[in-house]
């Protein structure tokens, strides 16, 4: 039985991961196989040599100044459900971006075989960036 322990340690180093931009750190905690679905309409990642070009070209190539907060985790059978906040610097945009997250995780062990991702964004006014 999966337990909230599991994967707040799994993604402690999902966390860990982002705010380094560690491509390979990030490997670490999804299966062989896994699925990693950033948008619910389109294609997802699948197995590891996708996933560290996805996080290559979207962690390291556009956001620097990552922050990110593990919020809630529940956990039924092989399924966990987490909540997050995080933020951003967006070098495309040139702006300070802000998310929270909702992601459905399907694990086989103590690692990620499916992770789906649900997230609204929101630029941060630059009232607020200073704080």
Known sequence: ML??????NVLRVYGKAWTTQDSEKILTIFTN???????AFQKPFIGHRQIRKYWQSKVVGEQSDIKFKLLNVYTVGNTAVAEWKASFYNKKKKKRIRIIEIAVLKFRGSKIASLREYWHAETVPKSRRSR
Do not use: H, M, N, S
């Not at 337990?3 to 707040?8: E, H, I, L, M």
């Not at 196989?33 to 948008?39: G, I, K, L, P």
């Open 3 to 8: 337990g909230a322990k599991t994967v707040r």
């Open 33 to 39: 196989d896994a699925v990693y679905r950033e948008r």
